[in-house]
């Protein structure tokens, strides 16, 4: 079984009765197991991303060699994505290896400039039946080691959102409507109304950045206003460190280390589990 892009991954969702996909950040292949025992629990395709720190951390192939062979091992409809990507020579590394959607990140850029940007990689990736997703405003928060401040936080505007899907022909974009990347002291403010309007003007899939700290309520709200992609990063990462750093403490040398991984493996499993559970 090949690799899916998100649109066809997201056409599979459908005739599962979800509303979106979950698109979850990879941060060790030690996880990858994890993920795809989800996915069977809930039946539901999976969308696993991955930041350019992992993939230099992994390597391209070696990510893109394990998914396929899991994904058809365990007959799970699989996409596999280069999350927030700015640099379009590891966008083009991405999918010379195999990956089958990428997200050029242009948002710190004037809208002028990512428009034309995101016109390159698109030019590129449909040569190969990739995804493309876009990203308008700036989200806030921490996103693999790189943070945003508070005050350069803007929130997406639909006049700007319809002219770049116009212009650029994106297959998703990523809206900045008050979520923020990593962890939240407090639940998210997601500003229902200003998502429904982008939405209603841009007639495209709509992804939601920083899940993690998203109330249950907004989630399932968000998912019925145009989200067909959700991501997930940061809460698979506390729960495999947090069970971790306790088995290890309570482990002994000569322990195989497989047993200290997975109790982590299985917590992972269980957000996302929890999750998927909400794009019903
Ligand atoms: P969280 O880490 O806040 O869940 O966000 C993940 C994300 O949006 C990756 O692009």
Redesign the pocket.
Known sequence: MGLYNFNELYNIAKTREFKAVGSF?LHCLEMLPAFFKAAQKTNSPLMI?ISTGTAQYLGYRLLVDSVCSLAESQNVPTCLHL??CSNISDIQTAIDAGFSSVMYDGSHLSIDENIKNTCAVINIARQSNISVEGELGAIG?A?DGKATAAEHISFTTVEDAKRYVDETGVNMLAVSVGTV??LYTGKAQIQHQRLAEISEATQIPLVL?????VSDDDMRRAVTEGINKV?????MNVQWVAQCKSTFDKGKVNDSVRKFLIPANDAVTRVLVEKISLFK
């Open positions: 950040n991303q999350d927030h928060g996103e990347h990593g950045h920083g899940g993690t700290g991501n997930v990063g940061t809460e």
